[in-house]
């Protein structure tokens, strides 16, 4: 399997503008799961699916913020409109159903908002 | 709420060296699951142990050993004979089994930044 994989893995934009962040889990896995990693915070939880059902979103900064699960292969979070404060690191991961399993992550898209 | 310590912010040593990594951990249940990961300078996050709250065993793989001690809640992470390779950012993570929403997400340490110098 080719692991998680993010797109894009570097993203530009400008304030004001939407981004699109895009997640494909590991065939399999039941669980997928959004983190921001930044310097100031570290890594923080921002919203977790379990067969595609939106299970805690209480990490999501604000409204401006979304995510979705159309399929068990596919999640986009979304920032609209985008501030220089969402520039971070965003990881995607996911795992299988137990609890005592690893997540696995991906490589990771560094959103830098100008 | 679970919280994860990782009081050492920059630790740097000579390869060769032994090195420890602390991990403190909070939680109010009695069930969870602690981690450590690994992010190299590139990037990515990659998974390195597993351990059960109900597993005090200690672990050793190759030059990586852990020390699980529930009494004093602590997770920590030593490196045995350290290499150049070693150097990154380690985070410990912590997850709870029943606490409800958010269960099943990981809690991580602000992490520790790992230096080796040949």
């Known amino acids: 399997d080719a692991g998680v994989i993010q797109s894009p893995r570097h993203e530009v934009t400008e304030m004001g503008q939407e981004v699109t962040l895009r997640c494909k889990p590991i065939s399999g896995h039941d669980y997928l799961f959004w983190y921001r990693q930044t310097m100031m915070r570290g890594l923080e939880l921002l919203i977790y699916f379990n067969n595609n059902v939106p299970i805690d979103d209480s990490g999501m900064p604000e409204d401006r913020f979304s995510a979705k699960m159309p399929n068990a292969s596919f999640s986009t979070l979304k920032i609209q409109p985008s501030e220089p404060r969402d520039s971070a690191v965003y990881f995607c991961a996911s795992r299988i159903h137990p609890q005592n399993t690893e997540a696995f992550f991906g490589q990771g898209t560094r959103l830098t908002v100008v | 709420a679970q919280k994860v310590t990782q009081a050492q912010t920059e630790i740097s040593v000579v390869e060769k060296e032994d090195v420890t990594l602390d991990c403190v951990y909070e939680?109010?249940?009695?069930?969870?699951?602690l981690f450590w990961y690994k992010q190299p300078p590139s990037g990515e996050l990659v998974f390195l142990i597993r351990?059960?709250?109900?597993?005090?065993q200690n672990e050793i793989s190759g030059r990586y050993s852990w020390n699980f001690q529930k009494s004093t809640s602590s997770f920590n992470f030593t490196i045995t004979a350290s290499q150049v390779v070693d150097s990154a950012v380690y985070f410990c993570?912590?997850?709870?089994?029943?606490?409800?929403?958010?269960?099943?997400?990981?809690?991580f340490g602000k992490g520790t930044h790992l230096i080796i110098q040949p």
């Open positions: 939680t109010r249940d009695t069930t969870y699951y």
């Open positions: 993570a912590l997850s709870e089994a029943y606490s409800g929403g958010g269960a099943d997400g990981l809690t």
């Open positions: 351990r059960n709250s109900f597993d005090e």
